[in-house]
């Protein structure tokens, strides 16, 4: 792998056409937190999620043959939206493989992008087949989470933190397959080698966290979720976020569907923040009493791709049902 910070400097000037410098806003949660909590909100972004700092800077790094050739991505939603919407600024033709769990105002936020959508099978194992295949016949792939060129870019948030707040202590970030927790730890370490970086999943199928824990990259069984941006596994060759994550973070902590459920109220309610379930792990484990911390800490709000419908049962405290399991106040 070759990341360095100068990589992600260049990343951060790459993107600025199309990706935005995201407000860092104090949170109303910070008397109940007992330390100063601010909110890093890339619910801000054009396609409101972090994504577009990643697609935006693996695709401007493409030679213009590649770029010829169209390019693919597998994505539980929001990753196929920011490379959908990139490369429709760049007039780049772009395929998204999906599988059947993603939400349909996901997939329907891609098509009117102008994208393919492909949904290929019950899980992002499934799409990630369909992935390989498109891409072994000459189309460009970039990978949702494990691509250098797509850490630097979610890494610029490390950037935008510590110009903001040089003190720092605490970073907070929701983990999937690594490009965000890993980017960012790894960049913040470089930059103030004490901050404490801690990823955040959900407790069932947290791939990140089950490959840590064994040591390697291990498959994890798929469920609903309301964090379904988590969702999936890291992917067995997987190169560079393995040991990112392995390496830079300090922790992971794993919250119930029932604390994301929470949590996405109460930021609405205290912060007046619409966010995903993948957004409001952070707030969840707040919530939950996970974390123990002290000094200045920031949490990185992911994304705000909601299904509206679902999101207003959540703020008005009604009973939801995720396959197999029953959630509500």
Known sequence: ????????????????????????????????????????????QPTRSFKIRGATNAIESLTDEQKSRGIVCCSTGNHG?????????????ATVCLSELVPAAKVKAIEDLGANVRRVGQTQEDAILETNRIASGGVTEISAFDDAGVIAGQATIALELFER???????IIP???????????????????????????MERGAGMYEAIRAGKPVEVEEYPSLADALGG???ANNQITFKLC??????????????????MR????QDCIITEGA???????????????????????????????????IINGETLRLGDVEIGT
């Open 81 to 93: 939206r920011a490379i959908a919407f990139a490369a429709k600024q760049m007039g780049i033709t």
């Open 175 to 201: 983990l999937s397959g690594g490009g965000l927790a890993g980017g960012i730890a790894f960049a913040a370490k470089q930059i103030q080698p004490r901050v404490h970086v801690v990823g955040v999943s």
């Open 233 to 235: 596994g890291i992917g």
């Open 1 to 44: 792998m070759s990341l360095n910070l100068q990589d992600i400097r260049a990343a951060h000037k790459r993107i600025r056409h199309i990706s935005v410098t995201t407000p860092l806003i104090p949170s109303m949660l910070s008397g109940q937190a007992g330390y100063e909590l601010l909110l890093k909100l890339e619910t801000t």
């Open 165 to 171: 707040r040089f003190d720092l202590q605490n970073i």
């Open 279 to 313: 957004g409001a792990v952070c707030h969840a484990a707040l919530l939950a009493g996970k974390l123990k911390l002290e000094g200045a800490t920031a949490f990185v709000v992911s994304g705000a791709n909601v299904d509206m419908e679902m999101f207003q049962k």
């Open 266 to 269: 109460i930021a609405f309610q």
């Open 246 to 263: 392995r390496k830079y973070l300090d922790d992971i902590i794993l919250v119930s569907e029932t604390d994301i459920y929470k949590a």
